[in-house]
C-alpha cells in the first residue's frame, strides 16, 4: 500500500547534510510517512547515508538539475500527496501532518511552509507572492501587486498528485531556482489554491553546493525564463524586458552577495556579464517556449 504522504529529497554530494535531513523525517510523527532519496549514479556516499537508514534510493544518470530530479522523484513514488525537503535542511516535529493536513482539501494543489536560516536563526520564508517578472513580495503587504500568485519555496513543500499531474510535473529547463515558482503558476492557471502554514517548519543550512557554478548567470537565466515563458503573452515582451533591466542594479548586489568569485574588478566585470548574459539567454529560451505552448506548456513527469 503506498504511504500517504512521501517525502522526497534530492542530493548530490553533501552525505553529511543528507544524514541530518533523512534523520528529522524518520523522526515525523506521520505514521506512513514515505522517505525517498533522488541521486545521482556515482555518488556511492549518498546512497550509503541512506541505505544506512533503510530509505530507497534512486538515481540519475548525472546531475540534470533539480527540476528533473523531482520529476524522478514523483515518478517513483505512488503516494497521492508528495512533499519535497532539501538535503541541507531538517524537517522540525510535526512537519509531515502539517502538510498533508492541507492538502486534504482538494482544491489545494500546493503548500509551503516556515524556513529558518541556522546561520542567523532569521525566519527567511514567509507567505510570498510572485509578480510577472519574478520578483517575490510578502503577500501580507498591502501595497503589494495585484498581479502575484501565492508561491512556494522548494526547500519545504507539498503537492497533491493530482494537481502535479494536471501540469504535467516540473519543467526540466531549470537547474535550480524558479522551479517551485513556476510551478505554482501553472497550478494557479489551473485553477488550485498554493497555501502556507506555519505549522510546516524546516531548518536550512544553505550548504554549498558542487552544481552551482555561474550563480549569477544562472539566477538571471532562471528567472528571466520564468518571466518571459509565463508572461510573454499576457505582459508583452516590451515591458517584460524594461522590467528586466529594471532590476540590473538589485540582482547585482543581491545576487554578488555572499560569493567570493565575484569579488574584486575581476569578479566585478564577470558578475556584469553574467547578469546581462543570463538575461538574454532567459528571454530567448523563454520566448521560444511560450510561443511553441503558450499558457499549456508542460513540465516532464508522468506524475
Not at 513514488?77 to 498533508?100: H, M, N, S
Not at 547585482?252 to 560569493?259: D, L, N, S, T, V
Request: aromatic share 10%; proline share 4%; glycine share 10%.
Amino acid at each position: 500500500m503506498a504511504s500517504a504522504l512521501t517525502a522526497i529529497v534530492c542530493s548530490y554530494r553533501r552525505p553529511r547534510n543528507l544524514a541530518g535531513c533523512l534523520q528529522s523525517l524518520t523522526e515525523q510523527s506521520l505514521s506512513d510517512l514515505g522517505i525517498l532519496v533522488v541521486g545521482v549514479r556515482g555518488d556511492t556516499q549518498t546512497v550509503q547515508t541512506a541505505s544506512d537508514l533503510g530509505i530507497d534510493v534512486i538515481l540519475q544518470d548525472q546531475p540534470n538539475g533539480v527540476a528533473a530530479a523531482r520529476n524522478l522523484g514523483i515518478d517513483h513514488t505512488e503516494a497521492p500527496l508528495i512533499a519535497f525537503l532539501d538535503d541541507d535542511a531538517r524537517a522540525r516535529q510535526g512537519w509531515a501532518v502539517a502538510l498533508a493536513t492541507v492538502l486534504e482539501d482538494p482544491q489545494i494543489g500546493a503548500v509551503g511552509g516556515r524556513v529558518f536560516d541556522t546561520r542567523t536563526g532569521e525566519q527567511v520564508v514567509h507567505p510570498w507572492g510572485v509578480d510577472p517578472f519574478g520578483v517575490t513580495h510578502l503577500l501580507s503587504n498591502a501595497d503589494r501587486p495585484k498581479t502575484l500568485v501565492p508561491t512556494v519555496n522548494g526547500c519545504n513543500m507539498a503537492f497533491s498528485r493530482p494537481a502535479l499531474r494536471s501540469v504535467g510535473g516540473f519543467d526540466p529547463y531549470y537547474s535550480y531556482y524558479y522551479d517551485e515558482t513556476d510551478m505554482c503558476v501553472r497550478l494557479a492557471r489551473a485553477g488550485y489554491r498554493i497555501e502556507f502554514t506555519g505549522a510546516a517548519t524546516v531548518d536550512h543550512d544553505f550548504a554549498d553546493g558542487p552544481t552551482r557554478e555561474r550563480f549569477i548567470y544562472s539566477s538571471c537565466r532562471m528567472r528571466t525564463y520564468f518571466s518571459t515563458k509565463n508572461y510573454m503573452k499576457s505582459v508583452g515582451k516590451s515591458r517584460l524586458i524594461l522590467e528586466q533591466f529594471r532590476l540590473l542594479r538589485q540582482d547585482y548586489q543581491a545576487f554578488r552577495a555572499g560569493h567570493k568569485e565575484y569579488a574584486g574588478i575581476v569578479g566585478t566585470w564577470t558578475a556584469l556579464a553574467e547578469l546581462v548574459s543570463g538575461r538574454l539567454t532567459g528571454f530567448l529560451d523563454g520566448a521560444k517556449r511560450a510561443i511553441q505552448y503558450g499558457d499549456n506548456a508542460r513540465g516532464g513527469s508522468a506524475c
